[in-house]
Every structure is written in structure tokens, then in C-alpha cells.
């Protein structure tokens, strides 16, 4: 296995320890420290793990295009484990209650669609990569994220006032989810039809 699709490995490895360090465990005596912990240094390994994975996101790519290790595995791995990362904190966020889960219904509908997309493009025999819009969705998520995960932190610093900002990327990136999602469809429409 080449170093960029160890580094896909490594972001899925990363996400069930993030979500460790995310989501309190049932409100009973035995957990309340850990729960307590996760207030305050458990949030920040969660952010600090996130960042981690994310930080392999844009450097598997980068190295299997620049050192043309560009595999059959590193196409099917990658995208998925862009999706397992986002979507798993999000539905983590989601039961926290820091976000509506209209939000994640939204990112999860758009995936299963442009999954779908591709699944008929590979029929075909056709691969289609993602575009600059994509990617900008893709990075909009994960900065929105990681501003979240911070939050607590920043919000001691700065008040309140700083969720604000949190909301405002998140709405941000859900802009670009659906946009490049119906720039997805428009520019593949072709394989729809017959």
C-alpha cells in the first residue's frame, strides 16, 4: 500500500477516535468524569484529531498526483473517507445539539445522489473527477467544522458572539454542498437520460 492510501487509512482510523472524544456516554455515575472531560480537553482532542485527519485529506492527493501514485484503491478510498469524516461529525454535532440536522440530511442527500451519479458514470466506463466547486464544498465543511469543534475554547477567549461565525461557515458550506451538487447533475445529465 502506497503512503497516499495509508494516509486515506489513516483519516478512516481517525474518525471513530474522534467521535471518542466527541460524544458523552450514557448519563450515568460511571461515565460523569469522562463526561466532564469532554468538556473541556475532550473537545480539544476531537478538534486536534479532526484537523489531523483533515491535514491527510489534502495530502494524499497532493502526493499520489505529484508522485504519480494515483491508484484503483486511492479513487475508491478517498471520497469515501471524505464523506465518512464530514458526515459522521456532523451527525455527531447533530446529536450535541450545535446543529439541526436538516443541515446533515442536506450533506447526505447530495452524497448518495452524486454517488449514485458516478456509479452510472463507471457503467459507462467514464470517471468523472470532482470539480473546483467540490472541492470548495469540501473545504468549506471542514473549515466550518473545525470552527465549531473550537468553539467552546474561542467562545471563553471572545463570547458568545463566536457561534456566530461557526453558523455563518456552516451556512456558507451548505451553499456550496447544493450548488456543486446541481453543478454535478447539470454538467453529467447526459448519463441520466435512457
Same mark, same amino acid.
Request: a positive charge; glycine letters at 6%; charged letters at 15%.
Given at each position: ?6 494516509? &486515506?487509512?489513516?483519516?478512516?482510523? /481517525? ?14 455515575? #460511571? ?7 469532554? /468538556? ?8 486536534? @484529531? ?5 491535514? &491527510? ?11 504519480? @501514485? ?19 461529525? @456532523? ?12 443541515? +446533515? *440530511? ?5 452524497? #448518495? ?5 458516478? @456509479? ?21 465543511? *471542514?473549515?466550518? *467544522? ?11 477567549? +471572545? ?8 453558523? &455563518? ?5 451548505? *451553499? ?9 447533475? /447539470? ?8
Amino acid at each position: 500500500m502506497n503512503l497516499p492510501n495509508r494516509l &486515506t487509512v489513516l483519516r478512516i482510523i /481517525l474518525i471513530p477516535l474522534i467521535l471518542v472524544f466527541l460524544l458523552p456516554m450514557p448519563d450515568q455515575p #460511571f461515565w460523569q468524569a469522562w463526561n466532564l472531560f469532554l /468538556l473541556g480537553p475532550g473537545r480539544l482532542a476531537a478538534f486536534l @484529531l479532526f484537523a489531523v485527519a483533515s491535514i &491527510t485529506d489534502l495530502a494524499d492527493g497532493h502526493i499520489a498526483r505529484k508522485r504519480n @501514485l494515483v491508484t484503483t484503491l486511492g479513487k475508491f478510498l478517498d471520497p469515501i473517507a471524505d464523506k465518512m469524516l464530514v458526515v459522521s461529525v @456532523l451527525i455527531a454535532l447533530v446529536q450535541l445539539g450545535r446543529i439541526h440536522a436538516l443541515v +446533515t *440530511i442536506i450533506v447526505i442527500i447530495r452524497e #448518495f445522489i452524486i454517488t449514485g451519479v458516478r @456509479l452510472i458514470a463507471a457503467e459507462h466506463g467514464k470517471v468523472i473527477p470532482a470539480g473546483n466547486l467540490g472541492k470548495a464544498k469540501t473545504v468549506s465543511q *471542514i473549515v466550518a *467544522i473545525l470552527v465549531i469543534l473550537i468553539e467552546p475554547f474561542m467562545m471563553k477567549l +471572545t463570547g458568545s458572539w463566536f457561534a456566530s461565525v461557526g453558523d &455563518t461557515l456552516l451556512i456558507i458550506s451548505l *451553499i456550496l454542498t447544493v450548488l456543486s451538487g446541481l453543478q454535478y447533475l /447539470l454538467a453529467n445529465r447526459s448519463m441520466l437520460h435512457g
